[in-house]
């Protein structure tokens, strides 16, 4: 989750990226929380810790090429090439907080602690895996850069912020029909194409080397992802059999304001709680109010992206990866995949759905009518990653940099993020100490007295909370960055008249609806 490493062609098949890994890496841990079905074929021991000299940038220094999760994607370089002042595509919500710079070789050092240790208990009893798809899902729907190729070529720090970020299902529905007729039914029904594969499952429709033919191809990237983008599609289909809209426009409409529904009302709440979701949006008028803090962005029709959400708070999600997932339990022993495994068997995309990897959603989310268990917990929110992230295969990386905790903790560095502790001062929370974030080496003077932003927010969570959802700082970063957002676009269902409300048949109750809901609808 954050910002993406490379940004998604109209069409054709995109590089690997970071979320690649996230999604394939998500995809292998349901085995180790339930019970051990799935081996820990993923599992990979942390780089080895150096002691850190007073200064230098070892890294640097060696001439590495930056790209897994250290990359520049257009406009996320703004504050240290254009300046901190500077909005565009990205921005900078704290803006006079100085960049925090430690050296190196201290970050390498925190990031060889932060490896999940064996047999400590790591799941989160309170937040199923499937929200960590779903956050991906909702990033890339919030990240697609649409700009006209020509225009990024001329505006490499994307000063001008062409395409704004919105929750406009972007990926699912591409450019329309008129410029994107691959990915409709023909005949102008307003339909998506779903297919029956080759496997004799429901799939994405699919080019000859095996890339899904839809609006951003990061949401083929992983086996877990692709199928998420899939229910979206059939949700939006069965909104126009049921009748409940009569034209591809109805049916947006519908979708795009239950997605959105679901993200105020189910993802935040899971992963930020219910009193910060209260104190940002009030739920007594109709349409409800937002208030606003500390995101202000200075041109409200086209809101930049913060880089403190971008390349810190919403980066949260990389702790909740498991090593491999329980996908349904039709045989015996029960289906489950390895982040990366033999090919074939893992959960990498851009290829036809294999039928035994075809995901019962009920072992994801809570759906009505279905059983609770067995169910893959995310992991804990807290600064800890699962050992696959720490050894990312040749397919992902091409450099000597092969820990993604290290990858994110420079490029927070190279982007000019501010310190944890100037972050929290800034927003009226009381700092944690480098002594109670258990920083490597607190008193070293490279640090000092400070911490990355990063890594600040997922030991406050932990510290705060138990790792069960976000801390103060944290959490309140992505609820008013993801409701900004939400707010700015006058066409979301914040701003509808009369109020939108789910009802049924797509939810159970008036008021009632929650991705199981979604999940049940689609599937009927």
Excluded at 193 to 209: F, S
Aim: aromatic share 8%; hydrophobic share 40%.
């Amino acid at each position: 989750m954050g910002i993406p490493d490379s940004v998604a062609p109209d069409s054709g098949r995109d590089p690997i990226t970071r979320r690649g890994v996230l999604g394939a890496t998500a995809a292998g841990a349901a085995a180790v929380a339930l019970g051990g079905t799935l081996p820990e074929t993923a599992s990979a021991a942390p780089p080895a810790a150096r002691t850190p000299a007073a200064g230098g940038d070892l890294r640097a220094a060696a001439g590495v090429p930056w790209k897994h999760a250290v990359g520049d994607p257009r406009g996320s370089e703004i504050a240290t090439k254009a300046g901190r002042d500077k909005e565009g595509r990205f921005g900078v919500m704290f803006k006079d907080a100085e960049p925090f710079t430690p050296p190196d070789d201290l970050l390498h050092s925190l990031a060889v602690v932060m490896s999940e240790p064996a047999g400590a208990p790591l799941d989160n009893p309170d937040i199923p895996a499937g929200f960590t798809f779903l956050g991906q899902f909702i990033d890339h729907d919030m990240t697609l850069d649409r700009t006209p190729l020509s225009a990024q070529q001329t505006d490499p720090l994307a000063l001008t912020n062409f395409d704004t970020p919105s929750f406009d299902l972007g990926s699912l529905y591409g450019r329309g029909p008129a410029a994107d007729p691959e990915i409709y039914e023909p005949g102008g029904s307003g339909r998506l194409r779903v297919v029956r594969n080759a496997n004799g499952v429901d799939d994405l429709p699919r080019r000859t080397d095996g890339s899904a033919i839809i609006g951003d191809g990061r949401n083929d990237e992983n086996l877990i992802v692709s199928q998420l983008h899939l229910l979206f599609a059939k949700f939006h289909n069965r909104c126009l059999a049921t009748g409940l809209a009569t034209n591809l426009a109805e049916a947006q409409q519908l979708t795009r304001w239950h997605f959105q529904w679901v993200i105020v009302h189910d993802f935040l709440p899971h992963v930020a709680g219910p009193a910060t979701m209260a104190r940002f949006l009030g739920g007594g008028g109709a349409p409800p109010s937002f208030r606003r803090e500390f995101y202000k962005p200075r041109n409200p029709n086209r809101p930049m992206m913060p880089i403190e959400y971008s390349v810190a708070a919403y980066r949260f999600g990389h702790s909740m990866i498991r090593p491999g997932y329980l996908l349904n339990a039709r045989t015996t022993p029960p289906a489950a995949a390895p982040i990366f495994g033999a090919e074939g068997s893992d959960l990498r995309g851009s290829r036809p759905l294999p039928a035994r990897l075809e995901i019962d959603w009920q072992h994801f989310f809570a759906v009505p009518g279905k059983p609770a268990t067995p169910r893959n917990q995310a992991r804990l929110i807290d600064a800890k990653l699962s050992a696959p992230l720490f050894n990312l295969p040749p397919t992902v990386v091409s450099d000597a940099v092969t820990s993604l905790a290290e990858r994110n903790l420079l490029r927070g560095k190279r982007l000019g993020l501010p310190a944890g502790q100037d972050v929290a001062s800034r927003m009226g929370v009381p700092p944690l100490t480098n002594v109670e974030l258990d920083l490597p080496y607190p008193a070293h003077p490279g640090w000092q007295g400070k911490a990355p932003l990063w890594f600040y927010l997922l030991r406050e969570s932990e510290l705060e909370h138990g790792g069960r959802r976000l801390g103060p700082v944290g959490g309140r970063i992505v609820t008013e960055v993801i409701l900004g957002i939400l707010d700015a676009d006058r066409g979301s269902y914040l701003h509808a008249k009369p109020a939108f409300s789910p009802k049924p048949p797509i939810a159970p109750a008036p008021g009632e609806f929650h991705m199981g809901d979604l999940v049940a609808f689609a599937s009927q």
